[in-house]
């Protein structure tokens, strides 16, 4: 659910969405449950798309984008590219 939203919201704040996603999941909460949680996460917050080449990423983003997949191999490149 997370792999588009931009990893900082209002310039300084990282977005825990993967984390708040994965615990609920270790806690055995239904899928649907789950969904809805998130949803009210994402909808609480002012995380952006990173794929919605319409907004500009600020500086801190990019530099945390590009750097993402050196700190997490696991994640496949979530940054978006200029």
Do not use: G, W
């Not at 080449?53 to 600020?58: H, R, V, Y």
């Amino acid at each position: 659910m997370n792999k588009h939203y931009s990893p900082i919201h209002s310039n300084n704040f990282t977005n825990h969405l993967s984390m708040y996603e994965q615990a609920l999941r270790r806690l055995n909460i239904d899928d649907k449950l789950i969904k809805e949680r998130c949803l009210d996460y994402v909808n609480s917050r002012p995380l952006r798309d990173i794929n919605d080449k319409s907004i500009s990423l600020s500086k801190k983003e990019e530099k945390y984008l590009v750097t993402l997949p050196i700190l997490c191999e696991t994640n496949p490149t979530p940054r978006r590219l200029s």
